[in-house]
């Protein structure tokens, strides 16, 4: 079987029916200020293990024969196919051997341990886990569950995309994330058989494009490394099956960069309450970046949310720095007394905050009576960053950078 039929994904939905949770469509006001017109989210960042991975597994795990459950499964993955199959096998009662890169994120490694499955650390990044997983399926005859390129595994993730047109028939676009390209061909295929009409665009990190490259190329290509902090979809080339698929259902296939994936974590955070890890997060980053011309009712596909909190708060951080919203500055000061003082006092005037600071009298290669300070503020955006710059110079302060 290497097809992928409306009627197959009507089938998985209607198996996981009893064991997933028919995630919310949310109506985002903010968003809609953002964009100009309506957008709603399908918050699979709230499903059960926090991403859409469950439904694929459990569909694929549940057609097993009685003698493959016996003997177990094996799966290679960044960390939420990993929970997604492990929590499918525990429910059948079957042996579940994950396969995951070195640097998989540890609250990942740690929910897939904590759901009974063995874990196997290898590699650096989901293609290395893939190699090591399928030695091991040779060695151990368990049948080895396809994150993305298994067409079982396409039809449960393409319940979502029936779950968002029951929920909101006339959407015009539906924005998906693009690792492997499992959710997108599942989605594409319900909508685009059921609403011919709908735009269905793709969304990969640009450190990890091996889909939009292969749709260029017209072929599945292999891209030489896959580095994003979106692990989720760092995958170095997609699946043949799902390629075929993208190539004839989805529409357009855009990218964003690191920047633009730390600001779409932050607009989820800050604006849509929702935490997104950074795969879940490149739809709602591609449409407030302008990657995608906004049209009619448009529904961004939040795949997941399971980041781990210390990336989390880098991310925060640096979408904070890219909006504006956090500076450093540099500056050169007369080393005497009240200038310190003085610059402080301009800063406070302008209605920034100062976070931290640090002065050195001694290490600046500079004048003997002069000091380097340097200050990282709390603005409300690039352009109260840059008066704060601005005020600083017009009363006499020598800004070095920022």
Request: glycine share 10%; charged share 20%; net charge neutral.
């Amino acid at each position: 079987m290497n097809t992928v039929t409306l009627g197959m994904i009507l089938e998985a939905r209607e198996r996981l029916k009893a064991v997933v949770r028919k995630t919310d469509l949310i109506n985002s006001r903010q968003l809609r200020q953002l964009v100009g017109t309506e957008v709603y989210l399908k918050a699979e960042c709230l499903q059960h293990t926090g991403s859409f991975k469950l439904r694929g597994a459990y569909n694929m795990i549940s057609q097993l024969t009685p003698e493959q459950k016996a003997c177990g499964v094996i799966a290679s993955s960044a960390g939420n196919h990993a929970q997604g199959v492990a929590l499918a096998a525990q429910s059948f009662g079957v042996k579940a051997t994950i396969v995951m890169p070195a640097g998989a994120p540890l609250a990942k490694v740690a929910a897939t341990r904590e759901l009974g499955a063995e874990v196997v650390l290898h590699g650096a990044v989901y293609d290395d886990a893939f190699n090591k997983a399928m030695e091991l399926q040779k060695e151990t005859g368990a049948t080895f569950v396809h994150p993305f390129n298994d067409p079982l595994v396409i039809a449960g993730q393409g319940s979502v995309g029936v779950e968002i047109l029951d929920k909101l028939p006339d959407v015009d676009q539906v924005i998906v994330p693009i690792g492997g390209g499992g959710l997108i061909s599942g989605v594409a295929i319900a909508i685009k058989e059921l609403r011919p009409s709908v735009k269905i665009i793709g969304v990969q990190a640009a450190g990890a494009a091996s889909m939009a490259q292969s749709i260029s190329e017209g072929k599945p290509v292999q891209l030489s490394s896959a580095s994003t902090i979106a692990d989720g979809i760092a995958v170095k080339r997609p699946g043949d099956l799902t390629y075929e698929i993208v190539n004839k259902y989805v529409d357009e296939v855009v990218t964003v960069d690191e920047d633009e994936i730390a600001a779409g974590i932050l607009t989820l955070l800050e604006k849509c309450k929702l935490t997104a890890e950074g795969a879940g997060a490149v739809p709602v980053a591609a449409l407030i970046h302008g990657k995608i011309k906004p049209e009619g009712k448009i529904c961004c596909l939040v795949s997941g949310g399971n980041i781990d909190v210390n990336m989390l708060q880098r991310i925060v951080d640096r979408g904070l720095a890219k909006s504006g919203r956090i500076g450093k500055i540099k500056l050169l000061l007369p080393d005497k007394p009240g200038m310190l003082t003085g610059m402080l006092n301009v800063i406070a005037k302008s209605g920034a905050n100062v976070l931290s600071i640090g002065h050195d009298r001694v290490y600046n290669n500079s004048a003997l009576n002069t000091a380097h300070v340097e200050l990282t503020i709390e603005t409300h955006n690039r352009d109260h960053l840059n008066e704060v710059l601005s005020q600083l110079a017009e009363n006499g302060y020598e800004v070095l950078g920022a």
